[in-house]
């Protein structure tokens, strides 16, 4: 049984700083392409950012390019989520999740990912 767990939110001023992170439980860490998802008050869940199973390759949403960066620890299991510059409209729950994959690839459909995390609140205030 995957289990991933967030930790690292809180509550942070406009232009502020948080990283989160996502320890993964698992032995295979480094077979799981991962990303990161929010989910706002009234609104549905939506993509962040993605990481392929090496580190190699990233992908982030148009609204936290520039921002945000994804990377990841293998040999810690660990997945991080830096997030620079906050603004009020990043407030939100953020889930990390994962999938088994073959290739180095990643994945911005939900979908597509079998384990997620319970989550983790940030709220960024103006």
């Known amino acids: ?51 392929s199973r090496s580190g190699g390759n990233t992908f982030y949403a148009e609204s936290v390019k520039g921002r945000f960066t994804i990377s990841r620890d293998n040999p810690k299991n660990t997945l991080y989520l830096q997030m620079n510059s906050l603004k009020p409209e990043d407030t939100a729950v953020y889930y990390c999740a994962g999938y088994v994959t073959l290739v180095d690839n990643y994945s911005s459909d939900p979908r597509k990912y079998d384990y997620w995390g319970p989550g983790t609140q940030v709220t960024v205030s103006s």
């Open 1 to 51: 049984q995957v289990q991933l767990v967030e930790s690292g939110g809180g509550l942070v001023q406009a232009g502020g700083s948080l990283r989160l992170s996502c320890a993964a439980s698992v032995r295979t860490f480094s077979l799981y392409a991962m990303g990161w998802f929010r989910q706002a008050p009234g609104k549905e869940r939506e993509f962040v950012s993605a990481i």
